[in-house]
């Protein structure tokens, strides 16, 4: 069956570091991977998508990678703030690339520590 | 716009009771979709549509009903409500940007908090 994990629960990293989150995938081949924020109690927001055939993309402090032979995206926040403090959650897209069939990883709640 | 808007946020039922998660969106998106949140398991896919009149079974429909009748609105129906239907739930819309070529995101609701005991 699809599997899709994201690396840990839980991350803690000092204001001004690097996050990196990591989202792997085992028995699935999307042509889209999408990554959202969400606050608690708040719905999902997306921030970045990445198709099959685009190694790497980047958005303000923000950047993603996608690597379909490991079956993994990474997902990096450069300088980060306490602001940046959320649950991060990978999406896969099946071929459709319209988002209306989204397989969600379970998150990993980022808190970044002034 | 006011995007995606879901009522109500916070609902108690009891088991066997029978509600309607309202969730329309005003963007004129064809896609809309339900998910529930689950603590530790992420968003699931319980139904979604691809227009009016037009809807097909996600990841866990059992228990729940869908219809779209129109282009705004994409109810989900609880017809006798479990314990195990206890979750957060998400409704959400996308689009297709022309000329067949996809690659959009999702907009989400604020969520239906449901609780039922």
């Known amino acids: 069956s699809q599997k899709i994990e994201q690396n840990s629960e839980a991350l803690n990293i000092q204001e001004g570091k690097t996050a990196t989150l990591t989202c792997n995938y085992t028995?699935?081949?999307?042509?889209?991977l999408q990554w959202y924020r969400q606050d608690p109690g708040r719905g999902p927001v997306f921030l970045l998508l990445?198709?099959?055939?685009?190694k790497e993309k980047r958005k303000e402090r923000l950047k993603v990678t996608f690597d379909t032979t490991l079956k993994q995206s990474l997902f990096h926040i450069t300088a980060s703030q306490p602001a940046d403090s959320a649950t991060y959650l990978c999406a896969l897209d099946p071929s459709s690339g319209s988002a209306r069939q989204l397989t969600f990883g379970s998150g990993t709640q980022l808190t970044v520590l002034p | 716009n006011a995007g995606v808007t879901q009522t109500p946020k916070f609902q108690v039922l009891k088991t066997g009771q029978s509600m309607t998660l309202q969730c329309a969106q005003d963007m004129n998106h064809e896609y809309m979709s339900w998910y529930r949140q689950d603590p530790g398991m992420g968003l699931r896919l319980i139904h979604y549509s691809v227009g009016a009149g037009i809807t097909d079974q996600g990841e866990v429909p059992n228990g729940y009903n869908v219809s779209r009748s129109t282009t705004e609105d994409f109810p989900l129906r609880l017809l006798s409500a479990a314990p195990s239907q206890t979750s957060v739930y998400f409704c959400a819309s996308s689009y297709s940007n022309g000329w067949g070529v996809m690659n959009t995101e999702a907009f989400f609701g604020q969520g239906t908090r449901l609780t039922v005991v």
């Open positions: 990445i198709r099959e055939n685009e």
């Open positions: 028995n699935y081949s999307p042509a889209y």
